[in-house]
Structure formats: C-alpha cells, structure tokens
T-cell receptor, first 114, second 108 residues
Framework: SAVISQKPSRDICQRGTSLTIQCQVD?????MFWYRQQPGQSLTLIAT?????????ESGFVIDKFPISRPNLTFSTLTVSNMSPEDSSIYLC???????????FGPGTRLTVT | KNEVEQSPQNLTAQEGEFITINCSYS?????LHWLQQHPGGGIVSLFM???GKKKHGRLIATINIQEKHSSLHITASHPRDSAVYIC??????????FGKGTRLHILP
C-alpha cells in the first residue's frame, strides 16, 4: 500500500485567484491521478500526472485551467487557475502501480471559492 | 445508462443492524473497488476484489462477475460506520468509473 498526503486539506479562496494543491506519496509510484468531486457528484478524473512529461487530460479539462506538475515519482501538484465558484469541490490525488485494480487515495483538499 | 450504479442512494439504520449496499456495473472489469468517504472528503480504499468474497473486520464484500454485481455488507453496524460508500470499476480504457455513492447513516 501507499500513504498519501495532500496539502492544503482545505482552503477558501477568492474568485480569480489560483490555488496549488500538493500530493506526496511515501513510495515511488508509476501512476498519479487527480480527481474532482463536485458537491453531490461522483468523482471525475481530471488528468493522469506523468513523470517527466505533460499530464494527460480527460475530456472537459484543459491544461490552462488545471496545470499539473510531476517532478519525480513521489510528488505532484495540481493548480486550479482563475477560480470561480463552480470550482468549489473536493480535489483528490490517487496513486497506482500501473494496474487499474490498484489505486490508493489521498485525504482530499476541500476547496471553496467565494 | 450509467456504467456503475449503486443502491440505495441513502440508507439510515439503527446501530447493530446488518447493512447491505449494492453495486451493478455494465463494463468488463479486472477488479472492483469499494471505497469509504468520510464527511471531510478523504477516501479510504476498503476492498479491491475480482472474484468471490473478501472480509475485513465487520466488512464483507462479494462479487458475481457473471451477473456484474457486487455487494458490501456491514455486520453489527455502528455510528462510526456512517459515511459515503462508493463502488468503482475500471472501464475498457482502464480508467476508474465511480458510482455516485451510498450515504449511510447509523443511528445510536
């Protein structure tokens, strides 16, 4: 298993600003993923964070809005840019070994945009 | 049709009751996840299973691959079991598809 930490755990931000969320894993992992959970909705994959290359974004998510970094095999960041109230969600980091049946989830970051 | 459907959406029960949450899916899978999400938002992976049955403490998960159905059972339920329980399945593109979750509330 993997132990995942996220920072911050929660934040309240003003419209138009940006927030960077950090995800740290206690071991080297192949796959890192970022998810969003809007209020009352299920988790939706934003992108796969690839080490040493650009992230792979899902339909409906773009790099300008959600830039992602993955400088090494234990760390990734997700930035939510130019925030609006619609970005108020829980953002979750997860890690996997490259097989879809092995994923571990971080504690999440609860973002409120006013 | 959603690829992963859970029932019930909400469940309130008395402490000590036996709880069953169901998950049906329409995609072919290698394994199915049961996750627990607490009010703060953090998610804990409870089970990953691809066949049969798994047990961990008071939690039991079963899966029927032919019927594309899984159940999560909680025996001797306790208020601290109150959470959202989420079923998740990888689709053909190997991406995880999540159910909308079952909100469980156990009354003392």
């Amino acid at each position: 298993s993997a132990v995942i930490s996220q920072k911050p755990s929660r934040d309240i931000c003003q419209r138009g600003t940006s927030l960077t969320i950090q995800c740290q894993v206690d071991s080297q992992v192949t796959m890192m993923f970022w998810y969003r959970q809007q209020p009352g909705q299920s988790l939706t994959l934003i992108a796969t964070a690839n080490q040493g290359s650009e992230a792979t974004y899902e339909s409906g998510f773009v790099i300008d809005k959600f830039p992602i970094s993955r400088p090494n095999l234990t760390f990734s960041t997700l930035t939510v840019s130019n925030m609006s109230p619609e970005d108020s969600s829980i953002y979750l980091c997860s890690v996997g070994s490259g097989h879809s049946y092995e994923q571990y989830f971080g504690p999440g970051t609860r973002l409120t945009v006013t | 049709k959603n690829e992963v459907e859970q029932s019930p959406q909400n469940l309130t029960a008395q402490e000590g009751e036996f709880i069953t949450i169901n998950c049906s899916y329409s995609v072919g899978i290698s394994a199915l996840h049961w996750l627990q999400q607490h009010p703060g938002g953090g998610i804990v992976s409870l089970f990953m299973l691809s066949s049969g049955k798994k047990k961990h403490g008071r939690l039991i998960a079963t899966i029927n691959i032919q019927e594309k159905h899984s159940s999560l059972h909680i025996t001797a339920s306790h208020p601290r079991d109150s959470a959202v329980y989420i079923c998740a399945v990888p689709n053909r593109d190997d991406k995880i598809i999540f159910g909308k979750g079952t909100r469980l509330h156990i009354l003392p």
